[in-house]
């Protein structure tokens, strides 16, 4: 069967979430290059890169017009986030072994690996944002903790670079949590940090080149932009409250797709 029509449907549903829900976008776009165009887990996260940052520079203008970014922290966060994907991304991920590692008869590879660590990392943000209490709306100016924003923002660097992933799904439950944002506002700066990530991240790989992959990525793309502009204003309509249990279930139930099947590929 080819997937190659469901993967570009699955593309305007990639946009939708990164305009409605600042995040979402990585999640879906590896397992899409990786499972309907049949791509290996590292150029599937190069491309993953550009084409999410791509994508989410598109819904940042709208989501600007409607008030939704807080400037100062995204630059806090930003600033340690596209420092630490750049570097994972040139040096971190040209230097992994595949495999990773090799026990006997078992052998883990580097695409399951990293798959794997995705799958982990969405889960864990999944609970988060399903468990986690909403903060109470400040009536002053909400004081950010410059150092946690700094300090996260390096962690998710890295597993943007690792990962292929814009981080959408790990920095909107920080920017919830650790900034004590509304929902919205955390959306809305989100997609200027995934922006900034993404193609700095992408800048820096060595392995993907986007000449090789012109055809894939300019209907994609096109339908991709689509899909968020939908989003960002379907996003004004939406209440915020119902917004971040709603991406913690998708969260939870994309990552147990993956880590299921990478758990199904190893043992078979």
Not at 15 to 23: A, F, K, P, T
Not at 42 to 59: E, M, N, Y
Not at 91 to 99: E, N
Not at 206 to 226: G, K, M, T, W
């Given at each position: 069967?080819?997937w ?5 449907a ?7 979430s ?13 397992p ?26 598109v ?11 807080q ?15 750049y ?32 799958a ?28 946690s ?14 990962l ?16 004590r ?7 809305g ?14 800048l ?13 990525l ?19 309509h ?13 969260i ?5 797709y ?11």
């Amino acid at each position: 069967m080819n997937w190659e029509i469901p993967g570009y449907a699955a593309a305007v549903l990639m946009g939708l979430s990164l305009g409605l829900m600042g995040g979402g976008g990585s999640i879906l776009t590896v397992p899409i290059l990786v499972y309907l165009f049949g791509m290996d887990a590292v150029t599937a996260t190069g491309l993953s890169l550009f084409i999410v940052g791509a994508t989410s520079g598109v819904g940042l203008l709208s989501h600007h017009r409607q008030g939704n970014v807080q400037w100062r922290a995204a630059a806090a966060f930003g600033l340690a986030s596209i420092t630490s994907v750049y570097a994972t991304r040139h040096w971190l991920v040209p230097a992994l072994p595949d495999p990773i590692l090799r026990a006997g008869a078992a052998t883990l590879g580097k695409d399951t690996a990293i798959l794997g660590l995705f799958a982990v990392m969405m889960l864990a943000s999944a609970w988060r944002m399903i468990r986690g209490r909403q903060p109470a709306p400040a009536v002053a100016p909400v004081q950010h903790n410059t150092a946690s924003l700094l300090l996260t923002g390096m962690g998710v660097g890295l597993l943007t670079g690792v990962l292929g992933a814009g981080g959408g799904f790990l920095i909107v439950p920080a920017l919830v949590l650790l900034a004590r944002m509304d929902m919205k506002q955390a959306v809305g700066t989100s997609l200027f940090i995934i922006t900034a990530n993404a193609l700095i991240g992408f800048l820096g790989d060595r392995q993907v080149h986007l000449a090789d992959h012109i055809p894939l990525l300019v209907p994609f793309l096109a339908l991709a932009v689509l899909g968020i502009l939908a989003g960002s204003m379907l996003a004004k309509h939406v209440d915020s409250r119902h917004l971040r249990p709603a991406f913690g279930w998708f969260i939870l139930a994309m990552g147990t797709y993956i880590l299921m099947h990478e758990l199904y590929t190893l043992n078979g």
